[in-house]
T-cell receptor, first 113, second 114 residues
Framework: EAGVTQSPTHLIKTRGQQATLRCSPI?????VYWYQQALGLGLQFLLW???????NRGNFPPRFSGRQFPNYSSELNVNALELEDSALYLC????????????FGQGTRLTVV | DQQVKQNSPSLSVQEGRISILNCDYT??????FLWYKKYPAEGPTFLIS?????DKNEDGRFTVFLNKSAKHLSLHIVPSQPGDSAVYFC?????????????FGQGTILTVHP
């Protein structure tokens, strides 16, 4: 069974540009979560999607947004990139939202120059 | 406001000995705690968890202890193996929220020497 897959693995963007990161959850999983891991910090919760709806978001500015598609895959968009957005972005999925642990993908390393 | 703290950035242990990783939390609403292990260039993988109604959970070489009054949990690995060398993250879930919406600590780098 395939795990959570993220693309691209690495992404280099210029300050002010937009970045789009993609996530395919484990087959059958309906909840998708996005996390940011900046250098030297723990994982910070970004967004939670379930059944196509945004359920919760962390303490991040509105230029961080995303969506979940009917096939439960998800996209994270970061607009007006800033240097401090450089981080590892991790996606996780769970079978349901309320009673199963989440499984993580390998992440997308975003570098803003 | 760091609600989950891992105060030791790194830990070095000899193969065969016990590794003890510590984690403190401040939010009384947390009702479920997890430990994740992360190798370089990989996503975190779930290791072991404990509900706030328990004080101990074991899974093979891994045991998690929870002290609710002290708001402290620890992960014991016995015996430690070189393959255990990784970054270990403590995470917590608040009651009524999803198991995927977690608050993580900063991580502890564990190095197990042969």
């Amino acid at each position: 069974e395939a795990g959570v897959t993220q693309s691209p693995t690495h992404l280099i963007k210029t300050r002010g540009q937009q970045a789009t990161l993609r996530c395919s959850p484990i087959s059958g999983h309906t909840s998708v979560y996005w996390y940011q891991q900046a250098l030297g910090l723990g994982l910070q919760f970004l967004l939670w999607y379930d059944e196509g709806e945004e359920r919760n978001r962390g303490n991040f500015p509105p230029r961080f947004s995303g969506r979940q598609f009917p096939n439960y895959s998800s996209e994270l968009n970061v607009n007006a990139l800033e240097l401090e957005d450089s981080a590892l972005y991790l996606c996780a999925s769970s079978l349901t939202s309320m009673n199963t642990e989440a499984f993580f993908g390998q992440g997308t390393r975003l570098t803003v120059v | 406001d760091q609600q989950v703290k891992q105060n030791s950035p790194s830990l070095s242990v000899q193969e065969g000995r016990i590794s003890i990783l510590n984690c403190d939390y401040t939010n009384s609403m947390f009702d479920y705690f997890l430990w994740y292990k992360k190798y370089p260039a990989e996503g975190p993988t779930f290791l072991i968890s404990i509900s706030s109604i328990k004080d101990k959970n074991e899974d093979g070489r891994f045991t998690v202890f929870l002290n609710k009054s002290a708001k402290h949990l620890s992960l014991h690995i016995v015996p430690s193996q070189p393959g255990d060398s990784a970054v270990y993250f403590c995470a917590a879930k608040a009651g009524g929220t999803s198991y995927g919406k977690l608050t993580f600590g900063q991580g502890t780098i564990l190095t197990v020497h042969p």
